[in-house]
């Protein structure tokens, strides 16, 4: 959302997060303003803001740096008041100047810097202590990092400092309404004492900030993992997408801390916000059920040019307050209003989804107002004093050494949200998942009970028959029937489609064939029978049929309805095609008679053989099919889904032995072992 990450309206949001320890911190420890303008640093026990009257002074002169020019005569000014007030006419760059008294005994006495401006130089007795940026000629760096540097020794052994800074303000610094120097962009007091409430400032103020970022990724981790088993649900990308774009940021934020840099590098910092908004747009539209439409994408365009000339105006430093806010109003309007107003008519259509958004939504939306509202305040000198104060208190109120950052606030109510969204998305999902598989079991179940039943005598011939599915249920069928005339009737088919319908109507379609083999055995007749039945009574259900008679005397009738042909021998048989069963009312079967030797073979094929897949995309085919059709049924199963099983497969073999004719040969049947639980 707009305010995880933007600096709407203000230097970075770190900013204004340790402003508002650091404000607290001057209003608590700031000495009261002296007429005089030397500060008695002997008794310093605990770092203080140097929120005391400075010398001021517009202009440049290098000698302005020395301990001792003559500074009588410049300006008196309480770092308190916005300069705005005093210069009508804006100079590029302004000296201060403090002198202060030490005990020449005090041990490492040191400056702390932070947020002065994008070009300044500090001077101790002449001699340059900090610098950020180029004063003249005019090269700004970011200034948002905690410069710490120990005074001199000889210097604190003279008793006496003059603090001289050498400031650039910038074209973009006058209208932000607080240009220059404010007490809390210089500290002084111990290196280590310095340096310890540093770090006790950047945790406090950052912590919630940091504890939404990670535990953000964390759950980008999760929606990755859904997103890899529900390549539909795009949401789960982009939440992923989103949250590691916000945590690769963090290294940069870690730097800034303690390093000042280059404003070109803020193109980095640029991109990746850019890369963040789009992705937290896209997870919301997503959320929302929301077509992500020319609309949106066309405003999301102009929020991404508008971040641009922000970050242009912000690394070279120019810009007005009409021009800043401008830039910025895009995406104000698209995260403070399209997007909170989708998600009330979203919730209000039943999305559940969208309500457990709308209090983030809602909360960023108002912290966008309020900063909007506060920086057009500020940019009014007679208003900026007490606007800055209110906005510290709204913003950034402190729990001890914590910042209650408002936007930090939202971003963990964002991360909770979503949390709590897969959560009921996953708990919805197991539900399903085991109503699913109670009834996956229960297809099972009725599968086995219409497989094949075993055969017990077929004199004259020897069967084989092997059936795999490829997931819990299939969709292929067959049925070996013993029929009149010492005949054996023998039927093999396919659905379309696959799982519990498939399952379904397979279940429909053995129950029919075991109907009608009661009073007919011929193929083609059995077929229409069958073809009638289906017709209209599965919307668009259809189902590939096959059914051949073997006589004893080895004489086989064959009809086909759109299955693939059998192999006698290793040789196709040439079978007359048909619709497959369900396409149309009154489809005609013709019958093929051929004959079957004695010791000959007679192998039928779901097409789940030939269409087996290897890994690069290869088919095992039909002229590979043909070859191994000669083989052992289960060398055949094993052999497709060694392949590259992708469909059920079915084989059956029927072979004519003379031998077996004198002896009534016990047939045997490959036993249907239920397929591994299908995920």
């Known amino acids: 959302m707009q305010s995880m990450a933007c600096r709407a309206f203000t230097r970075p949001r770190l900013r204004a997060c340790a402003a508002a320890a650091l404000v607290l911190l001057t209003l608590c420890l700031a000495p009261c303003a002296l007429r005089a303008q030397t500060f008695d640093a002997t008794a310093l026990r605990q770092p203080t803001d140097m929120g005391m009257t400075w010398l ?42 403090l002198h202060v008294k030490v005990s020449p005994n005090q041990k490492g006495l040191a400056l702390r810097e932070w947020n002065l401006a994008s070009a300044f130089e500090i001077y101790v007795n002449g001699r340059r202590l900090i610098q950020t ?22 210097d604190i052994e003279s008793g006496s400092l003059v603090i001289a800074m050498r400031v650039h303000i910038s074209q973009l610094e006058w209208v932000s309404g607080f240009p220059g120097f404010y007490p809390y962009n210089l500290t002084i007091g111990q290196e280590h004492a310095l340096s310890d409430s540093t770090w006790l400032v950047i945790i406090g103020s950052g912590a919630l900030d940091w504890f939404a970022r990670i535990t953000g990724l964390g759950l980008g981790i999760v929606g990755l993992a859904l997103f890899a088993a ?66 949106i994408q066309i405003v999301l365009g102009i929020v991404i040019a508008g971040q641009l000339v922000s970050d242009a105006m912000t690394v070279y430093q120019t810009g007005s307050v009409l021009a800043n806010v401008l830039t910025h109003l ?30 983030p939504f809602l909360i960023n939306a108002l912290t966008i107002y309020l900063n909007l509202a506060f920086y057009i305040a ?26 209650l950052d408002l936007n930090a606030l939202a971003e963990c109510l964002f991360v909770l949200s979503l949390a709590v969204i897969i959560v009921v998305r996953s708990t919805r999902m197991s539900r399903q998942q085991a109503f699913i598989e109670s009834e996956m079991a229960a297809a099972r179940e009725v599968q086995q ?51 519990l319908p498939a399952a379904m109507l397979v279940s429909v379609l053995v129950g029919a064939i075991r109907g009608v083999a009661e009073y007919t055995s011929e193929p083609a007749e059995l077929l229409a029978n069958l073809n009638q039945r289906l017709v209209g009574r599965v919307s668009g259900a259809f189902s590939t049929a096959l059914a051949a008679r073997i006589f004893p005397d080895g004489t086989i009738v064959m009809a086909n309805a759109g299955h693939l042909a059998p192999y006698l021998d290793g040789h196709e048989v040439q079978v007359p095609g048909a619709l497959p069963l369900g396409a149309m009312a009154g489809t005609h079967y013709e019958t093929l008679r051929a004959q079957l030797p004695r010791g000959s073979r007679l192998t039928f094929y779901s097409d789940g053989v030939v269409e087996a897949t290897n890994s690069k995309g290869e088919l095992l085919g039909f002229d590979r099919s043909q070859l191994l059709s000669l083989e052992p049924v289960s060398q055949i199963v094993d052999a497709a889904q060694k392949f590259g099983q992708h469909d059920d497969i079915t084989v059956i073999a029927i072979t004519r032995d003379a031998a077996s004719a004198r002896e009534a040969v016990k047939a045997t049947t490959i036993p249907v072992v239920a397929p591994a639980l299908a995920h």
């Open 449 to 499: 009970i219409i497989l094949p039943e075993p055969i017990e005598r077929v004199p004259g011939f020897s069967i084989e028959s092997a059936y795999a599915p490829a997931q819990e249920v299939g969709g292929d069928f067959f049925q070996i029937i013993p029929a009149p005339e010492g005949s054996l009737l023998v039927v093999i088919g396919d659905v379309a489609g696959k799982g």
């Open 330 to 359: 895009p995406a104000n309007v698209l995260f403070a209003g399209v997007i909170p107003v989708l998600a009330i008519v979203s919730m209000r259509r039943g999305n559940r989804e969208a309500g457990i958004l709308l209090i």
């Open 56 to 97: 001021l002074k517009a202009g440049d002169d290098p000698a302005y740096a020395q301990p001792g020019y003559d500074d009588s005569k410049w300006t008196v000014v309480d770092p308190n008041e916005t300069l705005v007030k005093m210069f009508p006419v804006r100079p590029e760059v302004v000296w201060y100047r």
């Open 133 to 154: 940026g180029e004063v003249a000629p005019y090269k700004p760096d970011t200034f948002d990092a905690y410069l710490i540097e120990r005074i001199p020794e000889a």
């Open 230 to 295: 529900q390549r539909g649900q795009r949401e789960y990308l982009w939440l992923f997408l989103m949250f590691l774009v916000h945590v690769l940021v963090l290294p940069l934020v870690f730097y800034r801390y303690f390093h000042d840099i280059a404003e070109g590098w803020l193109w980095l910092s640029s991109l990746l916000w850019i890369a963040f908004m789009t992705f937290v747009t896209l997870t919301m539209f997503a959320l929302l059920r929301v077509r992500f439409g020319r609309w």
């Open 378 to 403: 500020t940019t009014i000198p007679s208003m900026a004093k007490p606007a800055l104060a209110l906005q510290t208190e709204i913003f950034n109120p402190t729990v001890g050494p914590f910042t």
